[in-house]
């Protein structure tokens, strides 16, 4: 098949750009590289099933493909942050064009949406049928509330246009290729554990997040997008929830570090706690997670190594 990818030069998208060339499939990636990089797709250049194209969501755009995975938009709360309005405009108007490309080519179109369209989760663990409890004004509200409004078009295309959707709630992914300066807590965890620096705790470690290694995230997205008759939305983690603070015992544990660990007000907003429910995802898509925290953090930790050998400290990183 012909698979486009927007968003392909990011984390996840790379991984899933790599795992759709494995299987054969001709895969083009579309990308404004505002988070991205080509260093992550660099090793996939060479293939001639491989198409790259420097491009923004919030513009329409014309091509032939019969399947679209829509991971464009800025995933972590210091990029999302950064320029709250291009977040929402990239959630929204990128899934409009999207769709609206699905509709004119007869594609099957699928949405990364987010654990965060459930917010400070007053139901634990989260199923798909919890409408959730988000903050319309907060810092995180541009992210949130953007792939909430994602998630309402992609139903209403559905519903009004027949659109082939497919909508993913994914819950908190880490591995080898995440952003090293995104501020998010595995990449800072092990960059600064390999360092020996103090580790930032936000807050006092209590809250906790559930964290899926990328390439169960990757083969949940696959088998979702190749479902026949199942739309979602369906939750995509790994329910084995853990402390903040054990996460970050766990990293000074496998990198031998001696860092120490200082106490930092929690932001504004923060979720307090992140579990999935994946029971839906178990029975309609055969899907569960199968890499283990203490298995997936040392890929992390070697694919940081050489980073945290040749860049700036944390503290010095650019804003
Ligand atoms: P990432 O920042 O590494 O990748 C996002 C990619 O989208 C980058 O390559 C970036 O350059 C590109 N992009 C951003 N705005 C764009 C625009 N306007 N036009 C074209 N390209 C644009 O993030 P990621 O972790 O790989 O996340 C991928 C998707 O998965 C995102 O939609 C994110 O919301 C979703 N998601 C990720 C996680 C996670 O834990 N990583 C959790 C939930 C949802
Ligand atoms: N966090 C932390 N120290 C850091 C970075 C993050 O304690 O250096 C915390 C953060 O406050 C949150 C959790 O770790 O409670 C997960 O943060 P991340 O940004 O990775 O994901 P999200 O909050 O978007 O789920």
Known sequence: MKILITGGGGF?????????????????ILDNFHTGSRD?????????????????VVDPIALEV???????CPASPIHYQRSPMKTVLTSVMGA??????????????????TSEIYGDPLQHPQKEDYWGNVNTIGP???????????ETLFFDY?????IDIRVARIFNTYGPRMCAYDGRVVSNFVLQALRNEPITMFGDGSQTRSFCYVDDLVDGLIRLMNCQDFTGPVNLGNPDERSIKSVAEL????????????????PQDDPLRRRPDISLATRALNWQPTVSLE?????????FRPIAEHTAPLNKRPT
């Not at 559905?158 to 027949?162: I, N, S």
């Open 12 to 28: 996840i998208g790379s991984h899933l750009a790599e795992r759709l060339l494995n299987e054969g499939h001709n895969v083009i």
């Open 40 to 56: 992550n797709i660099r090793h996939l250049l060479h293939n001639d099933f491989l198409e790259v194209i420097r491009h923004d």
């Open 66 to 72: 019969d399947q679209i995975y829509n991971l464009a």
């Open 96 to 113: 409009i064009h999207m769709l609206s490309l699905a509709r004119d080519i007869h594609a099957r179109v699928l949405q990364a949406s």
């Open 140 to 150: 995180r509200s541009c992210y949130d509330e953007g792939k909430r409004v994602a």
């Open 158 to 162: 559905h519903r009004e246009a027949g």
């Open 251 to 266: 990293t000074i544990e496998l990198t031998k570090s001696r860092s120490e660990i200082v106490y930092r007000p929690m």
């Open 295 to 303: 298995d997936g953090l040392p890929r992390v930790i070697d694919y």
